[in-house]
């Protein structure tokens, strides 16, 4: 199985306080890891580490060998499925998913963006808005959104948090069925030991 990202010895300090301390992760291809832990751990650090929206202080990330270390966030291929979903409010749910997509031809985008659609079950509402949803059905179009551009990997940030009890376990499941069909590597951060039980194949727990 090949290696899709290498985290080595990074190390992070906000505000004076070290957050994270000469951490390394390999996530390999078609793995789903959960970073556990309680709020200020360092996890949502590491995950804008490697998304490129935060500098490490030390250590570098590699995806596929590629020292991306430096590299800006926009270039490194890497989906993202924030917290709050991120949607734009007046575009459709085809137009959300759309939105990345550039450099393709017409037939390509539309191609792309009926796969993703299908794949995420999101066909019936591809015209309505982020309003017009639920919960769930917004998570999904922001894992839609981030899956189209077929980027290395996605990374999670609390993807579950906002979401209604009743309807967690179906979408823990569902999430991981669309990341391991599309064979998506992916990071998953969260505080629920239940979210990284369901979704992930391998759990680091930080303290």
């Known amino acids: 199985m090949d290696t899709t990202l290498t985290a080595s010895n990074i190390s992070k300090s906000l505000g004076g306080k070290t957050v994270l301390d000469h951490f390394s992760l390999t996530l390999e291809e078609s ?27 030390n250590g570098t990330i590699q995806i596929s060998g590629n020292d991306i270390t430096l590299q800006a966030a926009e270039k490194r291929n890497i989906g993202l499925v924030f917290q709050d979903f991120a949607l734009f409010p ?5 137009k959300n998913i759309v939105y990345g997509l550039h450099g ?5 985008r539309k191609a792309r ?4 659609l299908q794949l995420t079950g999101l066909e019936e509402v591809a015209e309505q808005y982020p309003h017009q949803l639920s919960g769930g059905q917004q998570q999904r179009v922001a ?6 551009p077929k980027p290395s990997l996605v990374l999670l940030d609390e993807p579950f948090s906002n979401l209604d009890a009743s309807r ?20 998953i951060v969260t505080h629920d030991q239940a979210d990284a039980d369901l ?9």
């Open 104 to 108: 393709l031809a017409r037939s390509e």
């Open 90 to 94: 007046h575009m459709s749910v085809k």
């Open 168 to 187: 967690r376990d179906h979408l823990r499941k569902r999430v991981r069925e669309i990341l391991k069909e599309s064979h998506t590597p992916a990071i």
């Open 143 to 148: 894992l839609a959104r981030a899956l189209a």
């Open 199 to 207: 979704v992930a194949d391998r759990v680091i727990t930080m303290s």
């Open 113 to 116: 963006v009926d796969e993703v």
């Open 31 to 57: 793995e789903i890891i959960a970073l556990l832990g309680n709020s200020g751990c360092g996890k949502t650090t590491f995950l804008r580490i490697v998304a490129g929206l935060e500098t490490p202080d």
